[in-house]
């Protein structure tokens, strides 16, 4: 709604960060799970500007209206594809940036002697979340094969999809929101982050290797004809 009272790219992406961070904030206030809220929230403004790009256009979307459309303003475009794409960007250089402060908050919250004390548990738990995720990416495979509506993968794409599940932000995010008075509180910080790590260096090793050995593909050269 506020979007469709704005005609500035850098106004509407104000509104996208906005909402990000208040609907965290109004999530928490009520204790229940800011991150999930914040990806919803976006998810269904992204679906009601979809909405509204595709049906802008067309002749009986602006001539019969229903109660719900008028309520949305609806005739009045929230955005453009143009200024759209733009936010897609922005948001991509925001994620860059989010992605290296990953790194920062890893650095500081890494403990050698708590790694070597749990690596047991680490290395299980990581073995364990490893093949839940290649037995789910399987099974999206497997269906993808027989449903239409589903692209199949096949097996170099389960293979991708398996070791590019890497564990981040969310995961450090959640568990740090364990309360101080939980007993295996710093079993749960230790091993999450030792996970954490494990996936961004592993996985992406085997990625690394996959794609460097395994599946070369020609640079194009620009003196072929």
Known sequence: MLMKL????RGELFVFIIEAYLSYVVAEHFHVSGILTLIT?????KAWIDIDIKTLDEVK????KTFLQKLRLHGIDSTTSERMEYIYE?????GYIAAVMIFFVLAEMVSLEKFWEYKVEIL???II???????????FAFWGSKLEQIKPVGFEGWFILTFSGMKGALSIILVHMIPS???YKELFEVVTTGVVMMSIFVYGTVLWSYFTFVKKEEEPSIFKK
């Open 41 to 45: 929230a976006i998810i269904a403004t």
């Open 90 to 94: 922005m948001a991509k250089e925001f």
């Open 124 to 126: 299980m738990m990581f």
């Open 6 to 9: 704005i005609n500035d790219k």
């Open 181 to 183: 008075s939980f007993e």
């Open 61 to 64: 979307a602006k001539k019969s």
């Open 129 to 139: 979340t490893t093949l839940i995720r290649a037995i789910s990416m399987a099974k």
